[in-house]
C-alpha cells in the first residue's frame, strides 16, 4: 500500500478535461514537492510536472500541476487517445527520507 | 540525445548478488544526480537508490538499505546498483534514472528502457 493514495482509475471522453488527485500528508507533499510522470504501456515513465506545477520543456500546456495542503492534482485537457496511460505522483518524504510515489492511476479516454 | 542503457540483470537465487550497470550518453553525466527506480510486474513505481553528481551523498528505500549499494563512476560515465541477498520481492524492472539537478532533486527527466531482475530458486 502506497503512502501516496491514488484513484485506481479515471476516464473521460475524447476532448474533454480529466482530474486525478494525489493525497499525502505532512511529512510528504504537506512540506515537499510534488512531480507527476506519465507510462504509456510498454514503456518507461516520462516526466510530466516537477515542482508541483512545473512543465519541462517539451510537455504541453495541456498538462498542470497544482497542490494544496497534503494534496496534488494533475489536470489533462482536450484529452487524446494517446494519453491512455499510467500517473503517477511522487515527492520527497522526510520522515522516510526517501522517494514516494503513489499508486499509480489508469487513465482511459474513452 | 540522452540514453541511459542498463544491463547485467536476469535470473538469480534467493540470497546471491547481482550487479546492475548503467551506461549514459548525450549529456554531461558529472553534472546530475542519478537514480535507480524498480517496477515489480504490474505494480507501481519503487524508488530504490539515488546519488549525487560526485559521489558524496547517496539514499536509500528502507526495504533495500543495507542489502543495495549504489556508487558511478564519472569518468566512465556509468551508474551501477550493487545488490545483496536478494528476495523474491526484489524481482522487478530496474530502471536508471537521470535526476534535473546535480545534488538529488528528486525528479526524474531521462529514463532507460529498464532490465528485468527475477529472483527465484
Known amino acids: 500500500q502506497s503512502v501516496l493514495t491514488q484513484p485506481p482509475s479515471v476516464s473521460a471522453a475524447p476532448g474533454q478535461k480529466v482530474t486525478i488527485s494525489c493525497s499525502g500528508s505532512?511529512?510528504?507533499?504537506?512540506?515537499?514537492?510534488v512531480s507527476w510522470y506519465q507510462q504509456l504501456p510498454g514503456t518507461a515513465p516520462k516526466l510530466l510536472i516537477y515542482?508541483?506545477?512545473k512543465r519541462p520543456s517539451g510537455i504541453p500546456d495541456r498538462f498542470s500541476g497544482s497542490k494544496s495542503g497534503t494534496s496534488a492534482t494533475l489536470g489533462i485537457t482536450g484529452l487524446q487517445t494517446g494519453d491512455e496511460a499510467d500517473y503517477y505522483c511522487?515527492?520527497?518524504?522526510?520522515?522516510?527520507?526517501?522517494?514516494?510515489f503513489g499508486g499509480g492511476t489508469k487513465l482511459t479516454v474513452l | 540525445e540522452v540514453q541511459l542503457v542498463e544491463s547485467g540483470g536476469g535470473l538469480v537465487q534467493p540470497g546471491r548478488s547481482l550487479r546492475l550497470s548503467c551506461a549514459a550518453s548525450?549529456?554531461?553525466?558529472?553534472?546530475?544526480?542519478m537514480h535507480w527506480v524498480r517496477q515489480a510486474p504490474g505494480k507501481g513505481l519503487e524508488w530504490v537508490s539515488g546519488?549525487?553528481?560526485?559521489?558524496?551523498?547517496?539514499g536509500y528505500a528502507d526495504s533495500v538499505k543495507g542489502r543495495f549499494t549504489i556508487s558511478r563512476d564519472n569518468a566512465k560515465k556509468s551508474l551501477y546498483l550493487q545488490m545483496n541477498s536478494l528476495r523474491a520481492e526484489d524481482t522487478a524492472l530496474y530502471f536508471c534514472?537521470?535526476?534535473?539537478?546535480?545534488?538529488?532533486?528528486?525528479?526524474?527527466?531521462?529514463w532507460g528502457q529498464g532490465i528485468l531482475v527475477t529472483v527465484s530458486s
Open positions: 534514472a537521470k535526476d534535473i539537478g546535480y545534488e538529488a532533486r528528486n525528479y526524474f527527466d531521462s
Open positions: 548525450g549529456f554531461t553525466f558529472d553534472d546530475y544526480a
Open positions: 546519488i549525487s553528481w560526485n559521489s558524496g551523498s547517496a
Open positions: 505532512s511529512s510528504n507533499i504537506g512540506n515537499n514537492y
Open positions: 515542482d508541483n506545477n
Open positions: 511522487g515527492t520527497w518524504d522526510s520522515s522516510l527520507s526517501a522517494v514516494i
